[in-house]
């Protein structure tokens, strides 16, 4: 694309699942596949942004426009974020487990015949959304996060806004049979200051793109004629 409006503003994404470790060989993780953040990433620098792409464990390749720290678990992408402010722009699109085991064994949990499987105590991860919304002199002037809802799309995105104090909520429906985590096409809402709006099927790469045009936008770009 030869329109860059975003040149100048830095740019941070959050994308993929996290890992968290259970023993050296086990872990607690979901179905993120990274794509649509690594595509929002992508977006973001062609349109001219400097964009570190902070990503759990995937298997895709990282757009070559973009600085890419790649973290295991939700406590180091919340240190990689903090160290990556200050920045403009926020969008936390990565799938941050709820729960870590608390206590990780440096050995293999073994199976033994005749004993009962072992049990877990989880403890909550930190919430870097909400971590990153916090107002203060390092919050970005835009921070957008993600709403993965399976009842009442609407409702609860919009509520999630207000809760974690982001500006921008992009919602989607994960209910069984619509194919978002690990598809490659996406129906969301953008929730913003303003209201709510229906965007159509499109692809996640499409979706990136128009995100971005919107970040752009926002950040007083005047429209692409
Ligand atoms: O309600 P939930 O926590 O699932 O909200 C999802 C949004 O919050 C996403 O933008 C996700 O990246 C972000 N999040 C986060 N850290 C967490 C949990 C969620 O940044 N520990």
């Given at each position: 694309s030869h329109w860059r409006p975003l040149i100048g503003k830095h740019a941070l994404v959050t994308a993929g699942p996290t890992h968290e470790p259970i023993d050296p060989v086990r872990y607690l993780g979901n179905r993120s596949s990274g794509l649509q953040g690594y595509a929002i990433a992508g977006a973001l620098a062609d349109l001219g942004a400097q964009v570190i792409l902070i990503s759990g464990p995937t298997s895709l390749l990282a757009?070559?426009?973009?600085?890419?720290?790649?973290?295991?678990?939700?406590?180091?992408?919340?240190?990689?974020?903090?160290?990556?402010?200050?920045?403009?722009?926020?969008?936390?699109?990565?799938?941050?487990?709820?729960?870590?085991?608390?206590?990780?064994?440096?050995?293999?949990?073994?199976?033994?015949?005749?004993?009962?499987?072992?049990?877990?105590?989880?403890?909550?991860?930190?919430?870097?959304?909400?971590?990153?919304?916090?107002?203060?002199?390092?919050?970005?002037?835009?921070?957008?996060?993600?709403?993965?809802?399976?009842?009442?799309?609407?409702?609860?995105a919009i509520a999630k806004r207000q809760r974690k104090g982001c500006d921008w909520i992009v919602a989607n429906d994960v209910s069984t049979g619509t194919n978002v985590m690990g598809g490659t096409e996406n129906t969301v809402m953008l929730i913003t200051e303003d209201g709510v709006e229906h965007w159509p099927l499109m692809a996640k790469t499409t979706l990136a793109l128009n995100l971005g045009r919107r970040i752009a936008l926002r950040f007083g770009a005047p429209a692409l004629a």
């Open positions: 757009p070559s426009n973009v600085s890419l720290i790649r973290v295991e678990t939700a406590q180091q992408m919340e240190a990689a974020v903090i160290a990556s402010l200050p920045a403009d722009i926020a969008v936390c699109a990565a799938a941050v487990a709820d729960w870590r085991v608390a206590d990780p064994v440096s050995s293999k949990v073994k199976k033994q015949a005749g004993s009962p499987p072992p049990s877990f105590v989880l403890e909550p991860n930190p919430d870097i959304l909400a971590r990153i919304s916090r107002p203060g002199p390092t919050r970005p002037a835009l921070v957008v996060g993600f709403a993965a809802e399976t009842d009442d799309v609407e409702a609860n």
